[in-house]
C-alpha cells in the first residue's frame, strides 16, 4: 500500500515570498489533516478535511495561509507572503473515517526555511 | 494549547523496558489517550491508543490510571530502533463523529547498546 506522499521535500524561499505545498493521500482515506511542526515542538494541527470540507481551522492563520482540496482526494497547502516564524516541516496526514480512523498516517514531511 | 506533560529526555539500555511516563490531569471523560513516535526526520507514527483500560499491541503496552490523570508507554525490549521521540496526546472529539489531535512536546529516548 503506498503511503501519504507529500512534495516537495525542502524549500528555501524569501520573506514575503509564495511557496506551495502538495499532499496526496492514501488511496481511500476521507480525512486529510496539514500540521505545522516547528524545531522541538509537537505537530500543531493547521487545518482538517474531510472529504473536501474543512472539518477544522481554529489555528490556520487565515491571513497568510490558505488550503484546498478540491476534489475530495490530494490537498495543496500554501503560503503568502511567508514569515521568518513560518520555517518548520509541514506534515500532511491521512486516515480513515468514523472508528477505523484511530490511526493517521504521516508524509514524510516539507522543510520550509524562510530567509 | 497541550494537554500533557512529558520529562523532555529519557535513556534507556538496549534488551530493557522503556517506561515512559505521561500527565494528563485534565482529561475529559470521552477523551483518549494516544501514543505517536517520531523517528529523526520522518513523519509520526502511531503506537497505540486507549480510553480507560490498559491496552497491547505488538509495538507497546499502554497503562492507564484508574483516575486517568496519567498514562506510560512501555516498550518491553527496547532496541536501537526505538531511539525516537514519544508523543502522549490527547484525542478530542469535533462535531459529525470527528476527532482532533493535541500533541504535547514529547520525550526524546535515546537507547543505548
Known amino acids: 500500500e503506498a503511503g501519504v506522499a507529500q512534495s516537495p521535500r525542502y524549500k528555501i524561499i524569501e520573506k514575503r515570498q509564495s511557496v506551495a505545498f502538495w499532499c496526496n493521500p492514501i488511496?481511500?482515506?476521507?480525512?486529510l489533516y496539514w500540521y505545522q511542526q516547528i524545531l522541538g515542538q509537537g505537530p500543531k494541527l493547521l487545518i482538517q478535511?474531510?472529504?473536501?470540507?474543512?472539518?477544522?481551522d481554529s489555528q490556520l492563520p487565515k491571513d497568510r495561509f490558505s488550503a484546498e482540496r478540491l476534489k475530495g482526494v490530494d490537498s495543496t497547502l500554501k503560503i503568502q507572503p511567508a514569515k521568518l516564524e513560518d520555517s518548520a516541516v509541514y506534515l500532511c496526514?491521512?486516515?480513515?473515517?468514523?472508528?477505523?480512523?484511530?490511526?493517521?498516517?504521516f508524509g514524510p514531511g516539507t522543510r520550509l526555511t524562510v530567509l | 494549547d497541550a494537554k500533557t506533560t512529558q520529562p523532555p529526555s529519557m535513556d534507556c539500555a538496549e534488551g530493557r523496558a522503556a517506561n515512559l511516563p505521561c500527565n494528563h490531569s485534565?482529561?475529559?471523560?470521552?477523551?483518549?489517550v494516544y501514543w505517536y513516535r517520531q523517528i529523526h526526520s520522518q513523519g509520526p507514527q502511531y503506537i497505540i491508543h486507549?480510553?480507560?483500560?490498559?491496552e497491547t499491541n505488538e509495538m507497546a503496552s499502554l497503562i492507564i490510571t484508574e483516575d486517568r490523570k496519567s498514562s506510560t508507554l512501555i516498550l518491553p525490549h527496547a532496541t536501537l530502533r526505538d531511539t525516537a521521540v514519544y508523543y502522549c496526546?490527547?484525542?478530542?472529539?469535533?462535531?459529525?463523529?470527528?476527532?482532533?489531535?493535541?500533541w504535547g512536546l514529547g520525550t526524546s529516548l535515546a537507547v543505548n547498546p
Open positions: 488511496s481511500g482515506h476521507a480525512t
Open positions: 478535511f474531510q472529504n473536501n470540507g474543512v472539518v477544522d
Open positions: 485534565t482529561i475529559s471523560g470521552n477523551e483518549y
Open positions: 486507549g480510553l480507560k483500560n490498559n
Open positions: 496526514a491521512s486516515s480513515s473515517f468514523g472508528l477505523a480512523g484511530n490511526e493517521q498516517f
Open positions: 496526546i490527547v484525542r478530542v472529539p469535533l462535531a459529525g463523529n470527528n476527532r482532533k489531535l493535541i
